[in-house]
């Protein structure tokens, strides 16, 4: 058996599948009422995208238990998102692991983990 690593999502994708509406957020410093500095987090955009669920992990980790999900969105190419953005989906905030252009430039695909 031959697979192929070749992501090739180009043909497959169709505008009607990005139903999902997401929005892609940023923590960054900015400045109260009072003078004093606070994070918080800030959209930057709120594309539609594709979802697909990858993978469910519990674990326990220091006597607790944790559960890591593992999410990718297929979004209309963007420029200036990073790993360092988050992604917010029906009220869970997700982090962004690895940002993937697809070859024609059209689309990408951001790979994301949530853990409780």
Request: net charge negative.
């Given at each position: 058996m031959i697979v192929s690593t070749n992501?090739?999502?180009?043909?497959?994708?169709?505008?009607?599948?990005?139903?999902?509406?997401?929005?892609?957020?940023?923590?960054?410093?900015?400045?109260?009422?009072?003078?004093?500095?606070?994070?918080?987090?800030?959209?930057?955009c709120t594309p539609r995208a594709?979802?697909?669920?990858?993978?469910?992990?519990?674990?326990?980790?220091?006597?607790?238990?944790s559960v890591s999900y593992l999410i990718k969105f297929i979004i209309r190419s963007r420029k200036n998102i990073t790993n360092d953005n988050y992604v917010l989906f029906q009220n869970e905030r997700y982090n962004i692991?690895?940002?993937?252009?697809f070859s024609n430039m059209k689309y990408m695909e951001l790979t994301c983990e949530r853990i409780k």
């Open positions: 992501r090739q999502y180009d043909n497959s994708i169709h505008i009607g599948e990005l139903r999902n509406t997401i929005e892609i957020q940023e923590y960054k410093r900015v400045v109260n009422d009072y003078g004093g500095t606070e994070y918080e987090y800030n959209t930057v594709k979802v697909k669920y990858i993978s469910t992990n519990e674990y326990l980790n220091n006597s607790s238990e692991v690895h940002v993937y252009p």
